[in-house]
């Protein structure tokens, strides 16, 4: 018999949507210093700031999901997910290059990011994102990515009068998303069969958790995104409504929601979301054993500062 947590060396490369991403993702590399930073920015001084500090949420995910997606591999490769495996590997060099290349771009603005104490909410959501398994994290990584495209398709793209330097460099950082986004959604339809009701509930309930925190981050640049143009309701209610089409697709939710707005986090006591009650097979609770069981700690560690006690 194999020893327990040993995957197989030889394992079953299934030519499925995961190795097909991996490919994807090999083929279009690039990195800050392919990137024209010849082209000029039109920005205003105080347009800069503002664009430094709305990015901040945006940053710092790129390199707590660079440092996540390292963590979470070991329990990946456990569950015998050899095609996962690979894709991870190349979503952790698409996430360094975000993460080197804002950096660059943070100096060529010539501000730095907001601090915790001007956000202290940013260590309560990279924690809330990775206190769970291997499928929590991914259901964390794809509420993120859908707040990350929103957030570049809106000053990017998206933008009646977009920079040129930000909006060349939100339209790459767009195509790696897209694959990001494209795995989540496959890997929950695969793993979400499995999953009783109760863990499927709470699911929503980080879904929830999450998006209060997002909410409470973008009220605090609420200035900054009317300086640049951009409505922060727009916003998060595009957030919400691309959350609703993907938990309805992956079998989380019953179907779309009733009325015509965007759905907004419940007050505690409040109904839930219709579930998918689907019989139960197995749990992956016990792969968390395999990886880091505070990544809250390594936060804490990256930003020099003691994770409040909550």
């Not at 863990?199 to 998006?211: Q, S």
């Not at 979301?273 to 069981?293: G, I, M």
Request: proline share 6%.
């Amino acid at each position: 018999m194999p020893a327990a947590g040993i995957t197989r060396i030889f394992p079953d490369l299934t030519d499925d949507l995961l190795l097909n991403l991996f490919h994807k993702g090999a083929q279009a590399q690039w990195t800050s210093r392919t990137f024209d930073w010849t082209t000029p920015i039109r920005l205003s001084e105080r347009q800069r700031q503002a664009l430094a500090r709305l990015l901040t949420p945006v940053y710092f995910g790129e390199q707590t999901a660079m440092a996540g997606a390292s963590s979470i591999l070991p329990s990946v490769m456990v569950a015998g997910e050899a095609s996962a495996q690979l894709y991870l590997a190349s979503f952790i060099m698409d996430e360094a290059r975000h993460f080197e290349t804002l950096t660059h771009l943070y100096k060529v603005l010539g501000y730095d990011p907001l601090g915790l104490r001007d956000m202290p909410e940013l260590l309560r959501y990279y924690h809330r994102l990775r206190s769970g398994d291997r499928v929590d994290w991914v259901w964390g990584i794809l509420i993120s990515d859908i707040i990350g495209k929103h957030f570049y398709r809106g000053l990017g793209p998206n933008h009646a009068q977009p920079d040129p330097l930000f909006g060349s460099l939100a339209t790459r950082i767009l195509r790696d998303e897209s694959r990001h986004l494209a795995f989540a959604e496959h890997y929950l339809k695969r793993n979400l069969p499995s999953m009783s009701l109760e863990r499927r509930r709470a699911l929503l309930d980080m879904r929830d958790d999450l998006l209060r925190l997002l909410g409470s981050m973008t009220e605090r640049v609420r200035a900054d995104a009317v300086e640049l143009e951009a409505d922060v309701d727009d916003f998060l209610g595009g957030v919400w409504t691309d959350l609703d089409a993907v938990a309805t697709r992956v079998g989380l939710l019953n179907g779309p929601r009733d009325g015509s707005g965007p759905a907004r986090p419940r007050a505690p006591g409040s109904p839930r979301d219709a579930v998918r009650a689907d019989p139960p097979t197995t749990s992956t609770a016990s792969d968390e054993n395999l990886v880091a069981k505070c990544f809250g700690c390594l936060l804490s560690l990256i930003c020099n500062r003691r994770l409040a006690t909550t």
